[in-house]
């Protein structure tokens, strides 16, 4: 995270998912925030992002409702049903144990990031 310039900020290990405890990490960039959230009841891990001002409150469940999927504005490929069915299915090992799950966010976070933030951004301009 460092990288892309943000700082640890808050970690909440006490996300209520009705009964279950979910982590939500929030990091504090210049313009903005990224969360890395493991949630127990949907069992899995992401990244969501907010303006700056944004609470640090778990994106899933949050009432302020300002925190954003990364990819969420990221254009989506035109292909047909078949096709992203296949793309999806072949991503199944990324998601096969902790450690190939963090691997691959961190890549969605380096892939994806300068348009989540550029999209963010102009939410809240």
Known sequence: MAELGFALEEVDDRVD??????VAVFYRGSDCKLQIYFSTRAGEINCMIASSDAPNEHG???KARNWR???EFVPRPDLP????VSLMRDQRENFATSTTWLTW???????????ARTGIL???S
Request: glycine share 16%; charged share 25%.
């Open 17 to 22: 998912e009705g009964g279950r405890n979910g």
């Open 60 to 62: 899933l469940y949050g």
């Open 69 to 71: 999927y990364l990819t």
């Open 81 to 84: 049903l078949e096709e992203l």
């Open 105 to 115: 966010l961190r890549e969605q976070i380096a892939n994806n990031f300068e348009v």
């Open 122 to 124: 102009g939410l809240n």
